[in-house]
């Protein structure tokens, strides 16, 4: 079986940038399972696994276009110090799920902290940044209609969503 829109994929990766840092592993925990074609992993990636096989491995450099987006400097701010209130210790590299101003869901890095002000960065960490894949395919099977209506592949032992 290849691999294609509907199919629920399971793969062992590596992710490192440019100069090697491993940046995230499914090595020594759960491989990633995902719906195929439905947009639960990025388009590059998505795109080098289409059409391959279980037991296929492949190296997969992924452009900040195909990936996390490039960096967008706009998205570099100075806040008022009370949108963090609440927050009981605000550092530089803090991160926080934030709603962008169309209401989607982002994760907002903290840039500097000041006496009244707090930059942030609405970057994704990942913005701009070359992905190297090394990917083993593990497992092909055809979604399940109940996987196909959720729009993601469902684990083990029936329908589990984390948050």
Do not use: C, W
């Not at 391959?52 to 706009?74: F, I, M, Q, T, W």
């Not at 903290?110 to 894949?133: K, M, Q, R």
Request: no cysteine; glycine share 12%.
């Amino acid at each position: 079986m290849q691999i294609a829109k509907h199919s629920v994929v399971t793969i062992d990766y590596t992710l490192r940038d440019n100069d090697g840092t491993v940046i995230d592993t499914s090595s020594g925990g759960e491989p990633l399972v995902y719906l195929h074609g439905a947009m639960n992993i990025i388009p590059g990636l998505e795109n080098a696994l289409e059409g391959k096989s279980k037991g296929e491995s492949l190296s997969v450099a992924v452009e900040p276009a195909e990936g996390y987006g490039e960096r967008n400097d706009e998205m570099v701010q100075s806040v008022p110090k009370e949108m963090f209130e609440g927050v009981d210790e605000i550092h530089v590299g803090a991160q926080y799920h934030a709603a962008s101003p169309e209401g989607h869901p982002i994760m907002i890095t903290v840039l500097e902290v000041n006496e009244d002000n707090i930059v942030i960065d609405g970057n994704h960490p990942l913005a701009g940044v070359t992905l190297n894949f090394d990917v083993q395919i593990v497992d092909i099977r055809v979604a399940t209609e109940e996987e196909l209506a959720h729009g993601h592949a469902h684990g083990p032992g029936g329908h589990h969503h984390h948050d």
